[in-house]
């Protein structure tokens, strides 16, 4: 059975999901294509948020780690032989394991998941002992990261309990074949379909996955951690987004691109966390600590902002379908929630101009140092204005983006406004003149014409090509009234 | 077909592949391995110039400057229409740079980042350089506006793209390899702490897939045992030139990894067409894919496999005959 998830709202890049009774349900994102060199493939379940650390060790039994064990070390080699990567992922919502393999391999490798999956061991074994002490260990290094993690997802700072009955209970609840999930990062032929399909997983498990609390996170507070043993700043937060998954990325982008322009981070990472949220690390020095304290509104000051939010989002959409190995996160996560996953590579001008309100709670470690390093911080205005001047440079290819351009117009314009905005075309040589005046003309009558824009408001100029300009630039652009 | 799935010019590499966006590096080596503070003082100069920042913020072009080995690089990754513009703009930047490096408008770079330490000492470029005017005006001239840079684009690339990019980097690239020299303490074994381990192979013929395919095997397999088996060292970077490759290995037991590294590499290698597969996960997976695009573009090979490459056991072990390898490690 097909189930076709997107159409709606001109989503371009929607999940088909494939359910056949006894096996796991079949996630493919068929617009990623199917030509690419490489496909992803993961094997993810539920879990519930408590069970993050015993999740990863599952995972790690699941991917045959242990291969000092003989079946393991079958399993690993017949791994190699099929070129496959593999990545472990675990978050509260679930985990997984991810295999990267070559396109032609894609049957095989979901055939060597489920072989991994029969040799799960079902009692006390070597195998867990050794993982077992292999996370103990890890345990007893000190990490900040991991630690802040740990306090962020409001979870008490006690090592898990890694006792064999615990993992047994675990692995019979969510690795069931009716509550996996195998996902794809591109999509699947039909014979591909019907020959995984075909592939046996006999396990012998029980689901109960329906039983699954929601994942409901508790409210964070926002702490001030005195930190006088580093210099750096370190701060973990939970920083609200918007509900839909595309705009919760653009709202990414739009943060990152802010931040690291007006006061770049030393180190950061940042994650989504569940519905709403975004999880973020970094260390910063005073500058880019204070720009964390005082951003409230995350929207475009100008269209120049605006635009460069778009290019940034635009290439992080083409990375994500390119390369979805890298982002787990990102197509794990709502498949494991139920969610639709309706990505695109642009958003409605407007989005970016109205903006998000940008609201971060978490651990902020810091000490007068920092505080003494933000002298040369100058404060961002209260608020950014409301409307944006519009101000478009545009290079090709293609047709100028004349309706993006009348959207921002119809804004930003008010009758009162006595200067009339400006078209622009930069010639070369005189030669090109009469050329690009006709040009200029045509694109102001459609702009009238099409997109209601009043004459009054819109003149057109030639201006010499500046030394490194692009010739076939033009530029819209009006001013404040 | 040729034309449609891979170029490859003396001085600007392009392979293309259907992946929305592109991975870019412009690259040039370094005389004897040393002068980073001097090619990162013109390299950080041009790419400040301010209608090329306004550009790369507009257009989301990201890039960021690297020393690997013996050649500085600058890499990023753009759409395709980012790149156009942004690439137009630098050969306006290239002829502005020495109009802004008179008005003293590039700021210099004395201490480069940590990162490039290895580096550094192993080429000794720790002297003090000469960051004048003239100096920095000779440097830019020699490769940027004389066409002493390579450059590398991977993705999905319009022919627009590909002929501006070949009027960015005009020339073509040094044919000259600067091996690091020994450490002059290398006599007293290394002691522990942060050290190199530094091993490389370079080819008795002509490089070719086979010969890349049981090359990187042998490194590979040999990272594996260092990392997963021995557990002593799991940093490495590769460094390709035309004939052959590095491995900087960093590690804080250097010693130890040296003798694991000598062991591993005492045994017979026997390159193996099981492996194949991996080897072509690991040109396509997306931490590699400048890496592999800049090695293909260095030994000259056209087109990166677009399937899982056929190669015979007999000519990987043709390939693999008769590699000169050294290895020797130091402290940092």
């Known amino acids: 059975m097909g189930t076709s998830l997107w159409g709606l709202l001109g989503l371009i890049y929607g999940q088909v999901i494939d359910l056949q009774s006894g096996k796991p349900r079949l996630v493919t994102f068929p617009e990623l294509g199917s030509k690419r060199p490489l496909l992803w493939v ?3 379940w539920r879990h519930p948020p408590a069970y993050q ?5 599952v995972a790690f039994l699941v991917a045959q780690e242990d291969t000092i064990n003989p079946s393991s070390a079958a399993l690993r080699r017949q791994l190699g032989s099929l070129g496959g990567h593999l990545s472990l992922w675990s978050m509260p919502e679930g985990a997984a394991v991810c295999l990267t393999v070559p396109r032609s391999m894609a049957v095989e490798a979901v055939g060597w998941l489920y072989a991994a999956l029969r ?4 009692q006390d074994s070597l195998a867990w002992q050794r993982l077992r002490q292999r996370a103990a260990k890890a345990w007893i290094g000190f990490s900040l990261r991991q630690e802040v993690e740990w306090l962020l997802r409001g979870r008490p700072l006690l090592p898990p309990s890694l006792d064999w009955p615990q993992a047994l209970a675990y692995i019979q609840r969510y690795l069931a074949p009716e509550s996996l999930h195998i996902i794809f990062g591109g999509g699947l032929s039909f014979r591909e379909k019907f020959q995984i399909g075909r592939l046996p997983l006999k396990i012998s498990l029980k689901s109960v996955s329906d039983s699954l609390p929601s994942l409901v996170t508790p409210p964070l507070p926002d702490t001030l951690i005195q930190n ?9 937060l939970a920083v609200e987004g918007p509900l839909s998954w595309k705009e919760r990325l653009a709202f990414r982008e739009a943060f990152l691109s802010r931040w690291q322009r007006e006061a770049p981070p030393l180190q950061w990472s940042m994650q989504l966390k569940g519905r709403t949220h975004l999880l973020l690390q970094a260390r910063v020095d005073g500058r880019s600590y204070a720009f964390l304290r005082r951003l409230s509104t995350l929207a475009a000051q100008d269209s120049l902002e605006a635009r460069a939010w778009q290019a940034a989002f635009e290439l992080f959409f083409r990375k994500v379908c390119a390369h979805p190995e890298e982002y787990p996160d990102l197509w794990i996560t709502p498949v494991l929630m139920g969610d639709t996953l309706g990505l695109s590579d642009s958003l409605p001008a407007q989005v970016w101009q109205s903006g998000w309100p940008f609201r971060a709670r978490g651990i902020w470690m810091g000490n007068e140092s920092l505080a003494s390093d933000t002298v040369v911080f100058a404060p961002p205005p209260a608020r950014p204005p409301a ?11 293609g047709l100028p983006p004349l309706g993006e351009w009348a959207a921002a117009f119809r804004l930003f314009w008010k009758p009162g406004c006595s200067r009339p905005c400006e078209l622009s075309a930069y010639y070369r040589t005189a030669r090109e003149r009469k050329r690009l005046t006709q040009y200029l003309h045509q694109l102001r009558l459609e702009l009238i014409q099409t997109h209601q824009i009043p004459p009054e408001a819109l003149e057109i100029y030639l201006r010499p090509l500046p030394a490194g300009f692009p010739p076939k630039a033009i530029r819209f652009r009006c001013f404040s009234c | 077909m040729f034309q449609l799935l891979g170029l490859w010019a003396q001085a600007l590499c392009a392979y293309t592949q259907e992946t929305g966006y592109i991975q870019w590096l412009l690259f040039h080596p370094l005389e004897r391995g040393r002068g980073e503070a001097v090619a990162r003082t013109v390299a950080e100069g041009l790419f400040a110039d301010s209608l090329l920042r306004q550009v790369a913020y507009t257009h989301g072009v990201r890039y960021r400057f690297r020393r690997r080995g013996q050649w500085f690089c600058v890499e990023g990754e753009a759409t395709p229409e980012g790149l156009f513009t942004f690439f137009h703009v630098l050969r306006g930047a290239i002829q502005r740079f020495p109009q802004r490096l008179q008005q003293n408008a590039i700021p210099l770079v004395e201490n480069p980042p940590e990162l490039s330490r290895s580096f550094q000492v192993a080429y000794e470029d720790t002297l003090p350089v000469d960051l004048s005017p003239l100096a920095l005006t000779q440097y830019f001239t020699r490769y940027w506006q004389a066409g002493g840079v390579g450059g590398v684009l991977r993705g999905k690339i319009p022919m627009p793209l590909l002929h501006l990019g070949r009027e960015v980097v005009a020339g073509s690239v040094s044919e000259a390899y600067w091996p690091p020299q020994p450490p002059p303490t290398l006599s007293s074994p290394a002691h522990q702490g942060p050290g190199v381990v530094y091993i490389r192979w370079q080819l008795n013929g002509s490089p070719s897939l086979a010969a890349w395919a049981a090359l ?4 590979d ?6 990392c997963a088996e021995r557990q002593i060292a799991c940093q490495a970077q590769w460094v390709p030139f035309a004939k052959g490759l590095e491995l900087w290995i960093e590690t804080g037991l250097p010693y130890a990894t040296y003798q694991a590294a000598q062991d591993f590499l005492s045994r017979p290698f026997r390159p193996s067409p099981q492996r194949l597969p991996a080897f072509f996960t690991w040109i396509h997976r997306a931490e590699n894919f400048l890496l592999a695009g800049w090695w293909a573009c260095l030994w000259q090979i056209p087109q990166l496999p677009t399937a899982i ?17 050294i290895a020797y490690t130091w402290n940092l």
């Open chain 2, 309 to 325: 490459p056929t190669l015979s056991p007999k000519e990987l072990r043709r390939a693999a005959r008769g590699w000169q390898l």
């Open chain 2, 221 to 226: 397999a040999l990272l594996h045992y260092l």
């Open chain 1, 42 to 44: 993961a094997l993810a």
């Open chain 1, 119 to 122: 040799a799960l061991p079902l």
């Open chain 1, 53 to 57: 650390e015993l999740g990863r060790i």
């Open chain 1, 387 to 397: 409307v944006a001047v519009p101000d478009f440079l545009w290079t090709g290819p």
């Open chain 1, 228 to 236: 006088l043993w580093a210099y750096p700043g370190y701060v973990g």
């Open chain 2, 216 to 219: 990187w095997q042998q490194a």
